[in-house]
């Protein structure tokens, strides 16, 4: 039996509370990221900023799978009463997630270290990752379960816990990666702890495993598209210490961190709109999910043009003042993943509508493009620029994505026939036509 009390879905938030605390959220989390890499910065120079990039990027990689493999699939499977949320099956499913993730890290680092490589950043963030992310899935069922508030504290309380051991560390003289790695796991065990405690469920019991399994028929497209997405807009950079050195890496992430609130955007956007845009395919059919994406993308592309214009202007006196001497040539690349991350905006809407309407192959195909294009576009172009190159195949690969998704969506989501005025809601499966026959060959 799931220890999940019924009655804990009734507190749902809506509305412009619900979008308050949304944007506080994501605000406060990417907020805690970006200081985390300048005060690594500051202590350790590019060096250590290199070293954290590498660890932040195996993190991101974490998180994108938990969330292939479970939130993403359980938020559009549009079970959103935690009677029926399966919300400790899920958590248990996490946690096994996460271990597995961690021993596989543990295993490379020994291997990256039997061959003479630095392994710091990988071994010292495998132990943690468990715990970071169980606190992510919470922060997802709480969107989820449009209980924004429930997400909102575990983030504060990762932040405190954070700040708290990050300061007892300091004042024993630990200011190393692997103390910083370790109280950034620790804030998010306590995160993921005030998290399972709102959401009212228990640790006994089993069913993780069965969990997965029953998630699987869908989950493996998630987890295929998240793949190539991950590999054309972040993996690829795994490349980057190996083409120019770990302190170069640091270089390019300090000046990718200063656009980095503009994701804070994109998650938050992302949070919000994949189960309204599953929501709005269920109840009003694909007429709803057309109404809505537009909307979404204006919206998404205005804030970031703001905020992404205004850094690219002001990228030489922001770099100085947060980094200080010796990250000069973060300024540029500053610049560059502005103009990358004005073309993701664009692309934003429609990417959210293929997934909320099952065409997670085509999404794939298209985030396939683009994977290509980033590799080939950083070992060519590092070759001819050296660091800049990094950042100009960001930009090639974002323009190729944007140009596949909106022909993908035009294809498919845009030619899908409106429902009939007078048709019922009908069920996930059958709300676009065309989709009942991919989903069936999911299952098989």
Same mark, same amino acid.
């Given at each position: 039996?799931?220890?999940?009390?019924?009655?804990?879905?009734?507190?749902?938030?809506?509305?412009?509370?619900?979008?308050?605390?949304?944007?506080?959220?994501?605000?406060?989390?990417?907020?805690? #990221?970006?200081?985390?890499?300048?005060?690594?910065? &500051?202590?350790?120079?590019?060096?250590?900023?290199?070293?954290?990039?590498?660890?932040? +990027?195996?993190?991101?990689?974490?998180?994108?799978? #938990?969330?292939?493999?479970?939130?993403?699939?359980?938020?559009?499977?549009? +079970?959103?009463?935690?009677?029926?949320?399966?919300?400790?099956?899920?958590?248990?499913?996490?946690?096994?997630? =996460?271990?597995?993730?961690?021993?596989?890290?543990?295993?490379?680092?020994?291997?990256? +270290?039997?061959? =003479?490589?630095?392994?710091?950043?990988?071994?010292?963030?495998?132990?943690?990752?468990?715990?970071? @992310?169980?606190?992510?899935?919470?922060?997802?069922?709480?969107?989820?379960?449009?209980?924004?508030?429930?997400?909102?504290?575990?983030?504060?309380?990762? $932040?405190?816990?954070?700040?708290?051991?990050?300061?007892?560390?300091?004042?024993?003289?630990?200011?190393?990666?692997?103390?910083?790695?370790?109280?950034?796991?620790?804030?998010?065990?306590?995160?993921?702890?005030?998290?399972?405690?709102?959401?009212?469920?228990?640790?006994?019991?089993?069913?993780?495993?069965?969990?997965?399994?029953?998630?699987?028929?869908?989950?493996?497209?998630?987890?295929?598209?998240?793949?190539?997405?991950?590999?054309?807009?972040?993996?690829?950079?795994?490349?980057?210490?190996?083409?120019?050195?770990?302190? =170069?890496?640091?270089?390019?992430?300090?000046?990718?961190?200063?656009?980095?609130?503009?994701?804070?955007?994109?998650?938050?956007?992302? #949070?919000?709109? @994949?189960?309204?845009?599953?929501?709005?395919?269920?109840?009003?059919?694909?007429?709803?999910?057309?109404?809505?994406?537009? &909307?979404?993308?204006?919206?998404?592309?205005?804030?970031?043009?703001?905020?992404?214009?205004? $850094?690219?202007?002001?990228?030489?006196?922001?770099?100085? @003042?947060?980094?200080?001497?010796?990250?000069?040539?973060? $300024?540029?690349?500053?610049?560059? $993943?502005?103009?990358?991350?004005?073309?993701?905006?664009?692309?934003?809407?429609?990417?959210?509508?293929?997934?909320?309407?099952?065409?997670?192959?085509?999404?794939?195909?298209?985030?396939?493009?683009?994977?290509?294009?980033?590799?080939?576009?950083?070992?060519?172009?590092?070759?001819?620029?050296?660091?800049?190159?990094?950042?100009?195949?960001?930009?090639?690969?974002?323009?190729?994505?944007?140009?596949?998704?909106?022909?993908?969506?035009?294809?498919?989501?845009?030619?899908?026939?409106?429902?009939?005025?007078?048709?019922?809601?009908?069920?996930? &499966?059958?709300?676009?036509?065309?989709?009942?026959?991919?989903? &069936?060959?999911?299952?098989?």
């Amino acid at each position: 039996m799931t220890a999940e009390v019924p009655h804990a879905r009734q507190r749902s938030i809506t509305g412009s509370w619900a979008a308050i605390l949304t944007l506080a959220d994501q605000v406060l989390s990417s907020a805690s #990221n970006f200081a985390l890499g300048v005060l690594i910065a &500051r202590v350790g120079g590019a060096e250590a900023l290199g070293s954290f990039g590498i660890a932040f +990027l195996i993190w991101l990689a974490g998180v994108g799978v #938990n969330r292939a493999l479970l939130t993403e699939p359980m938020t559009v499977g549009g +079970l959103t009463r935690s009677g029926d949320a399966q919300l400790r099956e899920g958590m248990l499913a996490s946690l096994l997630v =996460g271990v597995a993730v961690a021993g596989v890290l543990a295993v490379a680092g020994g291997g990256l +270290l039997l061959a =003479g490589i630095d392994a710091v950043a990988v071994l010292a963030l495998a132990p943690w990752l468990p715990s970071l @992310l169980v606190q992510d899935y919470w922060r997802a069922m709480g969107f989820r379960l449009q209980r924004p508030d429930l997400a909102f504290v575990s983030d504060v309380v990762f $932040v405190l816990v954070q700040g708290g051991v990050t300061v007892a560390l300091f004042a024993l003289g630990a200011r190393n990666l692997t103390a910083f790695l370790a109280a950034w796991g620790i804030g998010a065990l306590g995160g993921a702890l005030v998290g399972q405690r709102m959401a009212r469920t228990s640790m006994l019991g089993g069913g993780g495993v069965s969990h997965l399994r029953n998630l699987w028929p869908r989950s493996r497209w998630f987890l295929a598209e998240f793949g190539t997405a991950f590999t054309a807009g972040q993996g690829y950079l795994f490349l980057v210490p190996v083409l120019v050195g770990t302190a =170069g890496f640091g270089i390019f992430r300090a000046g990718a961190s200063l656009i980095g609130p503009v994701v804070t955007v994109f998650l938050a956007a992302g #949070n919000v709109a @994949l189960p309204e845009s599953a929501r709005r395919l269920r109840e009003y059919g694909p007429a709803g999910l057309k109404a809505y994406t537009p &909307r979404l993308t204006a919206a998404v592309t205005a804030v970031t043009l703001l905020y992404c214009g205004t $850094v690219a202007i002001l990228a030489g006196p922001m770099v100085r @003042l947060v980094y200080g001497a010796g990250f000069d040539g973060a $300024v540029l690349i500053t610049q560059l $993943v502005a103009v990358q991350y004005m073309l993701s905006g664009v692309a934003f809407g429609c990417g959210i509508a293929l997934k909320a309407a099952g065409y997670l192959k085509q999404l794939w195909l298209v985030r396939g493009v683009g994977a290509v294009v980033s590799i080939t576009g950083l070992l060519v172009l590092t070759r001819l620029f050296g660091l800049p190159g990094a950042a100009y195949a960001g930009i090639a690969a974002a323009g190729v994505y944007l140009v596949a998704v909106m022909l993908a969506y035009q294809r498919t989501v845009a030619q899908a026939s409106p429902r009939p005025a007078h048709a019922a809601p009908t069920a996930r &499966r059958s709300a676009v036509p065309g989709t009942e026959g991919r989903h &069936r060959a999911a299952d098989r």
